[in-house]
């Protein structure tokens, strides 16, 4: 089973709709978790980020960890045709690690 | 302010040929990492580096090389292409405060096709 699990999708919405992405962990380690968006051919550029478990909203994005299902998920809501991007969740441990753990990333189509 | 620079933006390769990625990060920033993207495999680590002249493996090393020689740059080398190291690769920085905020600046990318 690998760190970190994101359904690759694609996913297709309607202009408006909430969307709701999701990743799974397998290492309770992880304390730090992010999500990054990347449009088509550039670099990915982070979107949110949260410590431990909780909400953290900015906006139309909310991003919900689940310590206990070791579980987060990154809603938008109104998504709008610009949302159309490739998400990636990430992972990070405490103390001293250099590196994130990525998921493979959602492709997200919003259609006006 | 450039931020992350990465050249060259595309490269095709012959099998067997050699070649070297640069790149470039204007924010003082003492992390560096090389990435591969692949479809369906995401993002996995190559190479990083903790601060000039300092390198350590990641997850895919094999079949890549790279150096630090100073601060603001990062080299990853292809000694002998396989058309198994076409992909898209990413080169991330960030500062060394902050540690398991996890905001990595990315650069472009770069796109190598290996025949």
């Known amino acids: 089973q690998k760190e970190v699990e994101q359904d690759p999708g694609p996913l297709s919405v309607p202009e408006g709709a909430i969307v709701s992405l999701n990743c799974t962990y397998s290492?309770?380690?992880?304390?730090?978790f992010m999500w990054y968006r990347q449009y088509s051919r550039k670099g990915p550029e982070l979107l949110m980020y949260?410590?431990?478990?909780g909400n953290k909203e900015d906006g139309r994005f909310t991003a919900q960890v689940d310590k206990s299902s070791k579980y987060i998920s990154l809603f938008i809501r109104d998504s709008q045709p610009s949302d159309s991007a490739t998400y990636l969740c990430?992972?990070?441990?405490?103390?001293?690690?250099?590196?994130?753990?990525f998921g493979k990333g959602m492709k997200l189509t919003v259609n006006p | 302010n450039a931020g992350v620079t990465q050249t060259p933006k595309f490269r095709v390769l012959k099998t067997g040929q050699s070649m070297t990625l640069l790149c470039a990060q204007d924010?003082?920033?003492?992390?560096m990492y090389w990435y591969r993207q692949d479809p369906g495999m995401g993002l996995r680590l190559i190479h990083y580096?903790?601060?000039?002249?300092?390198?350590a493996k990641g997850e895919v090393p094999d079949g890549y090389n790279v150096s630090r020689l100073k601060k603001q740059n990062f080299l990853l080398g292809l000694e002998s292409a396989a058309p198994s190291q076409t992909s898209v690769y990413f080169c991330?920085?960030?500062?060394?405060?902050?540690?398991?905020?996890?905001?990595?600046?990315f650069g472009e990318g770069s796109r190598l096709t290996v025949l």
């Open positions: 991330a920085s960030r500062p060394s405060g902050g540690v398991g905020t996890g905001e990595l600046f």
């Open positions: 290492n309770s380690a992880f304390q730090y």
């Open positions: 949260t410590y431990s478990s």
């Open positions: 990430a992972m990070s441990y405490q103390g001293g690690s250099e590196k994130l753990v």
């Open positions: 924010m003082n920033h003492e992390y």
């Open positions: 580096s903790v601060g000039e002249g300092t390198t």
